[in-house]
């Protein structure tokens, strides 16, 4: 079936440092790709998207790429701050499908 | 913005009773879905609801129903709760737009403990 494996937390940085976050998938079709953020206390929120192959997603100085041939998805970030903090879910959703598959999530805490 | 709001944050029930969690939506969107998220399994979908009335199951219905009589607001009921539903429940909302399902959008979910 489809799923989303990502990588263990949590991970731990310091402010400035770069992160990557590890996401691959295993889908029958073509999928959507999502990183979803979660804040302590929070629901998730949208954090990037990616709908084809070779898509880039961005946003708040997070990247992630679409790689058909890896089938990943992996989050990345050139500098970390403390507010970065939260647990990372990566997902997947098939086309003409409203369900979402998530990843177990990743814990991130940063330090100053 | 939109606002996806859950009637509690925090919930204390015992076992064997009837428990609902109610869920509004403020963007008229036509889909909405519960999932409960539990440490090292992520989140998984236990319902969802595409329009007034319809319900699919998820990946783990067993033990709920849920129950969506207008549009804005979708409820999960716990038949008879049992101490392995206590978890953290979320509800999340989505458009379908020229029939493209649209990136959904979450409550700030419900602590649930079943005692």
């Known amino acids: 079936g489809d799923s989303v494996t990502q990588m263990e937390g949590p991970v731990t940085l310091s402010e400035e440092a770069f992160l990557t976050i590890n996401c691959t998938y295993t889908a029958t079709g073509y999928p959507s790709l999502f990183w979803y953020v979660q804040y302590p206390g929070e629901g998730l929120q949208l954090l990037l998207k990616a709908t084809k192959a070779d898509d880039k997603g961005s946003n708040k100085g997070f990247e992630a790429t679409y790689r058909k041939e890896t089938t990943s998805f992996h989050l990345e970030k050139g500098s970390v701050q403390v507010s970065d903090s939260a647990v990372y879910f990566c997902a997947l959703r098939l086309t003409g499908f409203q369900k979402l598959v998530f990843g177990t999530g990743t814990r991130l805490l940063v330090s100053p | 913005d939109v606002k996806v709001t859950q009637s509690s944050r925090y919930l204390v029930k015992r076992t064997g009773e009837k428990v609902f969690l109610e869920c509004v939506q403020d963007m008229d969107h036509e889909n909405m879905f519960w999932y409960r998220q539990d440490p090292g399994l992520g989140l998984r979908l236990i319902y969802f609801?595409?329009?007034?009335?319809?319900?699919e199951k998820g990946d783990i219905p067993e033990g709920y129903s849920v129950s969506r009589e207008k549009k804005e607001r979708f409820s999960l009921i716990l038949e008879s709760a049992s101490t392995n539903q206590t978890s953290m429940y979320l509800c999340?909302?989505?458009?379908?737009?020229?029939?493209?399902?649209?990136?959904?959008?979450f409550g700030d979910g419900t602590r649930l403990s079943i005692l």
């Open positions: 999340a909302s989505s458009p379908t737009i020229d029939g493209y399902n649209q990136p959904q959008h």
């Open positions: 609801s595409y329009d007034v009335k319809m319900k």
